[in-house]
């Protein structure tokens, strides 16, 4: 059951710039949210799943950070490709702990050399 659908063609004024990717496009995202807030107050996000990264980074603060900050709404960036950043690279390792996971749910923390736990891969 959908409880609330917003869908718009926007104009996007910044250019694409790779890593920069927050500037483009957070702002139409926060007037979504806004948008959400002021048309259904009862219907406030627990959490706002966002197209891009978040700590996952080469700044350690991407679309979800962004989105976070300016909504005050927890945020989970939910990347299509995997950033080589903090010493994270695909290599034989990071395949194998792919292909063990075998059930929905199943998961394994991304750490960069940093030690600090930048994602998790499902």
Known sequence: QVLYQDCRMVAVSAPYVAGFLAFREVPVLVEAVQRLQQEEPQLQPQVLLVDGNGLLHPRGFGTACHLGV????????????????????????????????????????????????????S
């Open 70 to 121: 300016l909504t005050d709404l927890p945020c989970i960036g939910v990347a299509k490709n995997l950033l080589q950043v903090d010493g994270v690279v695909r290599d034989e390792l990071h395949r194998e702990q792919v292909r063990s996971l075998q059930s929905s749910g199943e998961m394994f923390p991304l750490t960069g050399t940093s030690g600090k736990v930048l994602a998790m891969v």
